[in-house]
Structures are given as structure tokens and as C-alpha cells.
């Protein structure tokens, strides 16, 4: 098992930055691959970004892509979704997801984010 951890939401006004954090722990040697996840009230979970633990594979949704930028530090198993320009459209809560070598298996409970015109 995979335990995930998510901190740093919050409420930050429109433009202004915020940076999650996902502590993982138990078995992170199982995992390919990180992710973050938001859902918005009344809508579904969507893709944020995902990352591979080697850094070297990141990938965005469009609505984010320019803005946002997930990162890791293996050494402390330790995953991070930087966000710059944030928009109303933003709000939500955030979780973090650990990938298996088929799907995202893991998830933590959530943060939530909240973004003030």
C-alpha cells in the first residue's frame, strides 16, 4: 500500500501562487508515476499534471499548461504541484495520486484550494 498525503491549499487571490506538497510513504517503490487531480463542485475529478519519479516526464492539461508545474523530490518522496496565475476556474480540491504500472491506485484525501476575485 501507498499512503499520500496532501498540504499547502488554501485560499489566494486571483494571480497569486500557491504550492502543494504530497508526502508518500509505504510502498512508493511500486510506483511509476505521480499525479495531480482536481474536482470542482458539482463536476467531475480532472487531470492536472503527472510526473514520473525520475523527473524526466511531465505532462499537463492545457488548461494549466504554462502555469503549473509539478515536481519531486525523490530523496524525500515528496511530490509538488507549483501554481502561478491562478484563476477562478482553479478552485478545487486537489489530490495527489500515485500510479501502479497500470493506473493511479492511490490517492490521498485532498486539499483544498480556493481562489478570490
Known amino acids: 500500500q501507498v499512503q499520500l498525503v496532501e498540504s499547502g491549499g488554501g485560499l489566494v487571490q486571483v494571480g497569486g501562487s500557491l504550492r502543494l506538497s504530497c508526502a508518500a510513504s509505504?510502498?512508493?517503490?511500486?510506483?511509476?508515476?505521480m499525479g495531480w487531480f482536481r474536482q470542482a463542485p458539482g463536476k467531475e475529478r480532472e487531470f492536472v499534471a503527472t510526473i514520473n519519479w525520475s523527473g524526466t516526464g511531465t505532462y499537463y492539461a492545457d488548461s494549466v499548461k504554462g502555469r503549473f508545474t509539478i515536481s519531486t523530490d525523490n530523496a524525500k518522496n515528496m511530490v509538488y504541484l507549483q501554481m502561478n496565475s491562478l484563476k477562478p476556474d482553479d478552485a478545487a480540491v486537489y489530490y495527489c495520486?500515485?500510479?501502479?504500472?497500470?493506473?493511479?491506485?492511490?490517492w490521498g484525501q485532498g486539499t483544498q484550494v480556493t481562489v478570490s476575485s
Open positions: 495520486a500515485a500510479r501502479d504500472i497500470s493506473v493511479f491506485r492511490y
Open positions: 509505504g510502498r512508493t517503490g511500486s510506483t511509476y508515476a
